[in-house]
């Protein structure tokens, strides 16, 4: 899914569920990384989050937000990775306040992956995730999303390959392993929801307070734009 998709997509759901809980999951990723650096991205080992991970940083930088863009924390980089692929775990234990920690597991996270989050909640890092609503996971993060209960039904997804390169560009630099799945509706619901994240953490409004981003969004419904 390309950016123009994407952003046109973010138009289409403007109003639903989906859109509004997307929306202001990515604002509250900005709104909690105070910290310069400080977002981290995380997910089980056979999984990890290079995909949401690239698109974030895409977004943010296109956006002009360069002290929010965000690492990547491998669980065992490769000695000859390039730096943003080599983040391992000394990340994690260096962790604290000021910083968020996304976690991103589309499956029962297992413990290990628990566990690492558990200890850097406890240094006091803002945790997210993204799941299929695990309990454990859950109860470890400050805010969820759970995109398989937000997608509308009817949207007639059929069964298809996964893509995850852009349109008529190189593959981006998070791109660490090959894509050969088969995707279904709930997984391809999944992938949405993190490109709308990634859309709304790039808002120029989205380290506002909230108070006045629904001030803004008050006076934008009156036909008025803010000063």
Do not use: C
């Amino acid at each position: 899914m390309d950016l123009t998709r994407a952003s046109l997509l973010r138009e289409m759901l403007s109003g639903t569920e989906l859109g509004s809980r997307t929306r202001d999951f990515g604002h509250s990723l900005r709104r909690y990384t105070t910290r310069t650096g400080g977002l981290m991205l995380f997910g089980p080992v056979d999984d990890e989050p290079w995909h949401l991970t690239a698109h974030l940083d895409d977004e943010l930088h296109r956006a002009g937000v360069e002290d929010a863009r965000p690492s990547l924390v491998r669980w065992a980089p490769p000695p000859d990775a390039p730096p943003h692929l080599a983040i391992g775990l000394d990340r994690l234990r260096d962790a604290g306040r000021g910083e968020s920690l996304l976690v991103v597991a589309e499956t029962e996270p297992p413990d290990t992956l628990l566990e690492r989050v558990s200890d850097v909640r406890r240094r006091g890092t803002t945790i997210f995730s993204i799941g299929n609503g695990d309990k454990e996971l859950s109860s470890l993060s400050h805010e969820v999303l759970v995109p398989e209960l937000l997608v509308p039904d009817g949207f007639g997804w059929s069964t298809r390959r996964v893509s995850y390169e852009y349109d008529d560009q190189e593959p981006d630099e998070y791109d660490v392993q090959p894509e050969t799945a088969v995707e279904s509706p709930s997984a391809e619901g999944f992938e949405m929801a993190q490109h709308l994240v990634s859309l709304a953490a790039a808002d120029e409004d989205a380290g506002q307070p909230a108070w006045r981003r629904r001030l803004r969004s008050a006076i934008e419904r009156l036909g008025g734009e803010p000063g």
